[in-house]
């Protein structure tokens, strides 16, 4: 298996402009996660799904960030309009949902956002 | 409602065990408590899980005293490239996906 996917790897854009960070979670895992990733914060839970549905967005920031998962194999990270604040790395992470409290959960290799 | 609570950084020398403790005193009944090692510019990965007393697999050692409010994650004889930042994770009620800062262990030659 390919492990999970994220694209781009890396984006630079401008304060206001639209972001949309992309993710494919490994094959058959029917969790998935989105974190941030800041040196002042560390890693923090932003939303996760179970089978598609939306479960805690208790950590997502505020009304310019959204996030979706239309099917089991693809999801988006939407940030509008950006602030150079949101510069971090987002991580998308799947796991197989057997049993929450034993789960592990298989991470991308990050997308790097720089908001000038 | 407290989280875990782990140094922020060590330091060690090539060769040697290193040990990483993580507080947990909130921690539930049916809570395991997992490890996850994360290197520069890459996601973080499973190390290591455990319940109570210890766990062994290649690459690590979790030991769980009984009142189980703490755990320490031992790294027989480190190499250069165990130099990352490792994260304890206790599955609280609602909040079970909390990593936090880590401890950053760098391995000196």
């Known amino acids: 298996d390919a492990g999970v996917i994220q694209s781009p790897r890396h984006e630079v854009t401008e304060m206001g402009q639209e972001v949309t960070l992309r993710c494919k979670p490994i094959s058959g895992h029917n969790s998935l996660f989105w974190y941030r990733q800041t040196m002042m914060r560390g890693l923090e839970l932003l939303i996760y799904f179970n089978n598609n549905v939306p479960i805690d967005d208790s950590g997502m920031p505020e009304d310019r960030f959204s996030a979706k998962m239309p099917n089991a194999s693809f999801s988006t990270l939407k940030i509008q309009p950006s602030e150079p604040r949101d510069s971090a790395v987002y991580f998308c992470?799947?796991?197989?949902?057997?049993?929450?409290?034993?789960?592990?959960?298989?991470f991308g290799p990050g997308t790097r956002l720089t908001v000038l | 409602l407290a989280k875990t609570t782990q140094p922020i950084s060590m330091d060690s020398y090539e060769g040697q065990e290193v040990n990483i403790t993580c507080s947990h005193n909130?921690?539930?009944?049916?809570?395991?408590i997992t490890w996850y090692q994360q290197f520069p510019s890459q996601g973080p990965r499973f190390i290591i899980q455990?319940?109570?007393t210890k766990v062994t697999n290649e690459v690590a050692s979790l030991f769980i005293p009984a009142d189980r409010k703490s755990s320490t994650l031992s790294l027989p004889r480190v190499s250069l490239s165990d130099t990352a930042v490792y994260y304890c994770?206790?599955?609280?009620?609602?909040?079970?996906?909390?990593f936090g800062t880590g401890t950053s262990l760098t391995v000196i030659p």
């Open positions: 992470a799947s796991s197989l949902l057997v049993r929450r409290e034993t789960d592990t959960q298989y």
């Open positions: 909130n921690i539930a009944t049916n809570d395991y």
């Open positions: 994770l206790v599955g609280y009620t609602g909040n079970q996906f909390y």
């Open positions: 455990g319940y109570k």
